[in-house]
């Protein structure tokens, strides 16, 4: 169609405009016709659709915090190192690591159809870094057309891995009925009192001093549901770092829990009391 001069239009419905937009010959006037209107506001609105499409792609995590651990040569320790567990959605992507040596990533395929196309929704991300200082790796989170195997748009996530210096239990309640249950679990820091986002992978020992009043149980011993890290672990006889206590007589009792991994003997055992009431 003929360029239009910047100047200002007005909408007309006549019929007697010879191309898109033009003058018209009824009201003599400068106007564009609906016709031009509508292809205009397409082509504006193509981007907007674009953007809001990226936008509804998200992320679990932004920001992870894993615990180090000393390498060892126990194969059941390899198998459970620490680690997190991280969805994107909606869609099929695939996961890198920039930094393998820090992190690695594994996607945990959910059917036959995103094993066959190499992309998933989530992925499990271990901490491999062997170091005794603070590192830092990205993840990558790339969403695949499954029709033409494009690779879009890209979320992230910043893995950090450091030591633990200090830990502490996490109670809902500090006082129990006599027969019922508890979930406990371990809350770990760094050096800046930043809180690790998971302990999965790591071993625990958790004592009861007081073993008339209160019971540890593993979780798997009961009907809470735990990760499947915690129920692979327990099932080698390692406690991790949540469990449950059952209240079994009235009284004052003490929950205690240590951090049981090599390179952490320094680290102060953390403890609670709890009260049995009838």
């Known amino acids: 169609p003929p360029s239009i001069p910047l100047v200002p239009f007005i909408l007309c419905s006549n019929r007697s405009i010879c191309s898109i937009c033009s003058i018209c010959s009824i009201c003599s006037k400068m106007t564009i016709s609906i016709r031009c209107l509508l292809a205009l506001a397409l082509a504006l609105a193509l981007p907007i659709v674009a953007a809001a499409q990226e936008e509804d792609i998200k992320i679990s995590h932004v920001n992870v915090l894993l615990p180090w651990r000393q390498d060892s040569t126990d194969q059941d320790v390899e198998m459970a190192a620490p680690q997190i567990l991280i ?59 499954l029709i033409t195997g494009n690779l879009g748009y890209d979320l992230r996530c910043e893995v950090w891995v450091a030591p633990i210096e200090s830990i502490v239990i996490l109670t809902t309640v500090r006082k129990l009925s006599l027969g019922t249950t508890e979930k406990i679990e371990v809350q770990a820091f760094d050096s800046s009192n930043n809180v690790f986002s998971s302990l999965a992978g790591l071993r625990f020992d958790w004592t009861a001093p007081n073993r008339d009043i209160l019971r540890i149980l593993p979780l798997t011993q009961t009907k809470v549901a735990g990760t499947q890290a915690q129920v692979d672990m327990e099932r080698r006889g390692m406690l991790t770092d949540s469990v449950q206590i059952e209240g079994v007589k009235t009284g004052r009792g003490r929950v205690t829990v240590r951090l049981n991994e090599m390179g952490y003997e320094g680290i102060g055992m953390a403890a609670v009391n709890i009260n049995v009431s009838r």
Do not use: L
């Open 87 to 145: 969805r994107a959605m909606p869609g099929c992507f695939v996961w890198e690591s920039s930094n393998p040596s820090v992190a690695v990533v594994e996607p945990q395929y959910r059917n036959s159809t995103e094993e066959m196309h190499g992309c998933s929704s989530r992925a499990i991300v271990r901490a491999a870094w062997q170091q005794q200082k603070r590192a830092k790796a990205i993840v990558k989170a790339k969403k695949k057309d």
